[in-house]
């Protein structure tokens, strides 16, 4: 007996497209999502993925990011795995934790995680996910939804998996419109999203390379979408689900200065302290968030050069302020600057680069 529809949480503004933090492992988590609320919450997060094998017990910073939310947004909570047993055994533990619903990670392009046959693996077995999708939809009494790439090395298996997706009465699909194989880097295939947006009943987030409003309105108009799932342009840009929602609705922009940059770096360094943490780890794991940051503050890639060496907090923000309140009053740049790239080599996939960490991604 197929469950009844459910309805998705309202979106912050009724009547605009919706908006979505893009799950991030090692990103989106307690702090981050309080400090992305700060500058204007998307309608909707997601927490990196929860590991689901035979000795998993659903991770307790992961748990805090939905026990502790205090943004007043929903939180998907999402989940890696293959094994039907433990997967609906982990939404059972969820069950008493205030979520939104449950989201199964069809994407990750990690070679550690799809040679497991999870993650973006599965998109090679549509046979596997048609299990999955059923036992899920039976054993989550609220909302399922899915994020999928379009496929793993191509799309052959996408209408068949995107069937699956209308089956099982999935409510939110979000679609990361690159295979696989293609990770991080290659064009987004909006024509592939948009094709998903015909073929599925339910809505769908477009995700990948959203990276300002105005790119929003463009992706939205070229897939039908019914909202944008945002990641990393969130990392460099935290106003740009408030962005996305002027836009949507015909207002003038927030523009942030960079002085305003200056801000949101401490209130994330202050955000991400742990006690105990020593400052160069603390300093550290800081770098990989500003190695988004870094693509708008200046054209030649000067403050990325010169934060990457900084080895302290009073270097780090020594460097802040040089680059960031020289002339506070310029704005920070709504897209990244051309050739300003987050990392040089980032996620060559050489040998086994492990999962989706930031260390992965830019390093
Ligand atoms: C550091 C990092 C960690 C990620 N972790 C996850 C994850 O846990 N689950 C997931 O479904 N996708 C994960 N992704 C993929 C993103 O959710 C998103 O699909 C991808 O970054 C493309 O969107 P963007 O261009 O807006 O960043 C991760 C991406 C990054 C950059």
Same mark, same amino acid.
């Given at each position: ?84 047993? &433990? ?16 989201? %199964? ?18 998109? @090679? ?10 036992? %899920?939809?039976?054993? /989550? ?22 069937? %699956?997706?209308?089956?099982?009465? /999935? ?27 015909? @073929?599925?009943? *339910?809505? /769908? %987030?477009? $995700? ?28 460099? $840009? ?8 002027? &836009? ?94 987050? @990392? ?11 999962? *989706? ?7």
């Amino acid at each position: 007996m197929p469950p009844p529809t459910l309805s998705l949480p309202a979106g912050l503004q009724p009547g605009v497209p919706l908006t979505a933090l893009a799950p991030m492992q090692d990103v989106t988590d307690l702090p981050f999502m309080a400090v992305a609320a700060h500058y204007g919450a998307p309608d909707y997060y997601f927490t990196e993925f929860f590991r689901v094998h035979a000795q998993s017990r659903p991770e307790q910073h992961i748990l805090e990011a939905i026990d502790r939310n205090q943004t007043g947004r929903p939180v998907f909570a999402q989940l890696i795995g293959e094994d039907v047993g &433990h997967l609906v055994r982990t939404v059972e533990a969820l069950r008493d934790h205030p979520i939104a619903g449950i989201d %199964l990670n069809l994407g990750c392009p990690a070679p550690k995680v799809y040679r497991k046959n999870v993650g973006g693996g599965l998109l @090679r077995e549509p046979a596997r996910v048609a299990g999955i999708l059923a036992a %899920l939809r039976a054993a /989550v009494p609220g909302l399922l939804t899915v994020k999928m790439r379009i496929g793993f090395e191509d799309t052959s298996n996408f209408d068949r998996l995107l069937d %699956l997706i209308n089956e099982h009465q /999935v409510d939110l699909l979000s679609v990361h419109g690159r295979t696989v194989k293609e990770m991080y880097r290659s064009e987004v295939h909006y024509d592939w999203i948009a094709h998903a947006v015909a @073929r599925v009943r *339910c809505p /769908v %987030l477009a $995700n990948g390379n959203v990276s300002s409003a105005n790119r929003a309105a463009a992706v939205l108009a070229a897939t039908g979408a019914a909202g944008v799932m945002i990641g990393r342009h969130a990392i460099r $840009n935290p106003w740009i689900f408030r962005q996305c929602r002027e &836009h949507f609705s015909g207002r003038p922009l927030t523009r942030p200065t960079l002085a305003d940059v200056r801000e949101y770096i401490e209130r994330l360094f202050r955000a991400t302290h742990r006690p105990g943490l020593p400052d160069r780890l603390h300093v550290n794991k800081m770098k990989k968030y500003l190695n988004f940051v870094g693509q708008s503050v200046d054209p030649a890639g000067a403050f990325l050069h010169d934060m990457r060496r900084a080895g302290s907090e009073a270097e780090l923000f020594a460097v802040c302020d040089r680059h960031l309140l020289a002339e506070p009053t310029r704005e920070f740049s709504p897209e990244p600057y051309p050739g300003v790239i987050a @990392r040089p080599n980032c996620e060559t996939p050489s040998g086994d680069p492990g999962e *989706c960490s930031l260390e992965v991604i830019t390093s």
